[in-house]
């Protein structure tokens, strides 16, 4: 996730490109530029680093000034952040220049396209090949060309373009990826987000998908992708700034609760072409893997390791990173080391790395954070594309933890032949539905409130599960009791009997989460168990599978294949966390004692 904004107009441009980027750097901020409109030429500055960096450059810089600019705040997603890597992107002849929020699935395959016609990249973005094509297929008239380009690009995009042959004008054109336009007294202004736009004005238009704008200092012109013409109403805002950065919602956690769509479909798309899925550059001659991780990136590695062994067949043990460099790991040659970060810079899951490392092993980083430490060491890398994650309790980045370790059991399964081609297929399209269940889930959120309102005075809550259904109670403990200190423990049901079970007494609450169609009748036996302690059940299982006779309460969930069920049924349990800790009232975005990166062993 990147933040782009731009302005056309009569005011100087660059304070108000350097002030919207401000409101937007909660997007993104390992790097930053602007591009101006100069007469026939388009001026670019960009740099690696903050904000601050970048208005340090400019400061003082009379060759960036206008009064038509696009910039850009980085979430690094292809390569580094490095000065190169950062926007705007240039085409070659300079002639172009574009900002961009997304991740363009294809790149690699125009990128080819464009090497066999002779252009050369300097970057490792997919930016780069962008801004290459729009010059490529250029001629003469940049709105024209825009709309030939959307139909080239496949996965997400918010592009702001400048071109030097019509320096009066920012072109617009978005799929996926939002992009506001705001009209103010003395000109037009557009960006990812309102807050870059509030300070000059409160009514907004929405780009939709596959539309394209034309934004003069005069005027907005909308255009579909047949480059039809199209008549928009705009939308007030009252939001203060603050609220406006969380987008609406109170906190930063619900409004990365609501993103995980997005940020699961950005994490897989890039992995599949042509019905399948690829890894660039990973090798598969491993015998043995190790997950290691920390807090919730463990839970998905235990998660991982469930399915890995069941749909490729290779043997998988788990260990917490602050344990690993002390548990004398068995290591060969074949063996794979994956670590699991969203930060990447988790101290326990570097010192992890580096002694798997040492060790001979291989490694594999899952990582949020490009240019992170535990992305630079690592071997072999697989980004997930959740964008920027601020609240402390980790929701939309465990979410694309699972989907990759989803992608590369697949991947595994299918290349090792422990699944056949019709298998992966099918499991590969429920995935692709994921998303949108996740989004079914979202939409229903009342019953989850009314939930925690019924239960947000407990003492204790205990989490019970089978298989992967106990793997999710693990995480969806840790989400409760970081964010609502309330006392919690997930168990593997079948285990209560030997110990946990005389914690149960009257009104404990118990949630059982029985997703699994195999384990199902199991589960609901240890539920009768705790039922008869006086226990009082909240259950959670598949939509159609009523409970209410065995249960005291039921969430649903869309009913999908066992694989995939820790991806939905942790999505009502971040919301009951959430909703729990709001009506007691807490900091749910900076809990207590926690801090979103652990840097120290
Ligand atoms: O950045 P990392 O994924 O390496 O962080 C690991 C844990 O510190 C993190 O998942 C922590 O448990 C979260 N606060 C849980 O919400």
């Not at 602007?34 to 690696?48: C, F, P, Q």
Request: net charge negative.
């Amino acid at each position: 996730m990147c933040g782009i904004v731009g302005y056309v107009g009569t005011k100087e441009v660059t304070p108000i490109l350097l002030d919207g980027l401000t409101r937007l750097e909660y997007r993104g901020y390992d790097s930053a530029g602007i591009a101006i409109s100069a007469g026939d030429e388009l001026v670019v500055r960009k740099t690696k680093g903050r904000l601050a960096v970048l208005k340090d450059l400019v400061q003082g810089d009379t060759g960036v000034s206008g009064n038509v600019g696009i910039g850009h705040t980085r979430w690094a997603t292809h390569g580094e952040p490095n000065d190169v890597n950062s926007h705007p992107q240039e085409s070659r002849s300079g002639k172009f220049v574009v900002v961009h929020n997304g991740v363009i699935d294809n790149y690699l395959e125009l990128k080819n396209k464009l090497l066999r016609h002779g252009y050369e990249f300097i970057s490792e973005t997919d930016t780069e090949v962008i801004a290459h094509l729009i010059e490529y297929y250029y001629k003469g008239d940049i709105l024209d060309t825009l709309i030939r380009v959307q139909n080239k690009l496949e996965g997400s995009y918010a592009l702001g373009v400048l071109c030097a042959d019509a320096p009066d004008q920012i072109t617009v054109i978005r799929k996926d990826s939002p992009l506001i336009i705001g009209e103010c007294p003395h000109g037009k202004i557009m960006a990812s987000d309102i807050p870059a736009m509030l300070k000059y004005t409160r009514d907004f238009y929405e780009l939709g998908e596959k539309e394209t704008a034309v934004l003069t200092k005069d005027s907005i012109t909308f255009y579909d992708i047949n480059k039809e013409e199209l008549q928009k109403d705009t939308f007030h805002v009252d939001w203060d700034i603050d609220a406006a950065e969380k987008g609406g919602f109170e906190h930063f956690m619900m409004k990365e609760i609501t993103e995980q769509p997005r940020a699961v479909t950005d994490t897989i798309s890039p992995h599949i072409r042509d019905g399948k899925v690829f890894f660039e550059d990973l090798p598969l001659g491993f015998d043995k893997f190790y997950i290691t991780a920390c807090g919730s990136a463990y839970h998905a590695g235990i998660i991982g390791k469930n399915i890995i062994q069941q749909l490729a067949r290779i043997s998988v043990e788990t260990e917490l990173a602050s344990e690993f460099r002390y548990a004398n790991p068995i290591i060969t040659e074949n063996t794979l080391v994956i670590i699991v970060s969203q930060s990447g810079e988790t101290a326990d899951s570097l010192a992890a790395l580096r002694y798997a490392k040492d060790k001979g092993a291989a490694t594999l980083a899952i990582v949020n954070v490009v240019g992170s430490s535990i992305a630079k060491e690592a071997d072999y890398v697989i980004f997930t594309n959740a964008g920027p994650e601020i609240a402390v309790a980790t929701t939309k980045a465990y979410s694309c933890q699972l989907a990759v370790f989803y992608l590369l059991a697949i991947h595994l399964g299918t290349e090792r032949g422990t699944i056949d081609a019709e298998h992966a297929a099918r499991l590969l399209d429920e995935l692709k539905e994921i998303p949108a269940k996740i989004e079914k889930i979202l939409g229903d959120k009342e019953q989850v409130q009314f939930l925690a309102s019924r239960h947000y005075a407990a003492k204790d809550v205990f989490f019970i599960g089978r298989g992967l259904d106990y793997a999710a109670g693990l995480e969806a403990s840790l989400k409760l009791k970081e964010i609502s200190y309330i006392h919690s423990e997930a168990y593997a049901a079948g285990e209560l009997k030997h110990g946990t079970i005389a914690l149960i007494e009257k009104d404990s609450l118990v949630v059982a989460i029985a997703t699994s169609e195999k384990l199902f009748d199991k589960l609901m036996s240890n539920v009768m168990v705790v039922k008869a302690r006086g226990a009082q059940v909240l259950g959670l299982t598949w939509e159609g599978n009523g409970i209410e006779s065995t249960c005291d309460f039921a969430l649903y969930i869309p009913k999908t294949e066992d694989v995939f069920t820790p991806s939905l049924s942790i999505i009502p349990l971040q919301l009951f966390s959430y909703y729990v800790a709001s009506m007691r009232g807490l900091d749910i975005d900076k809990p207590r004692n926690l801090a979103k990166s652990v840097t120290i062993e």
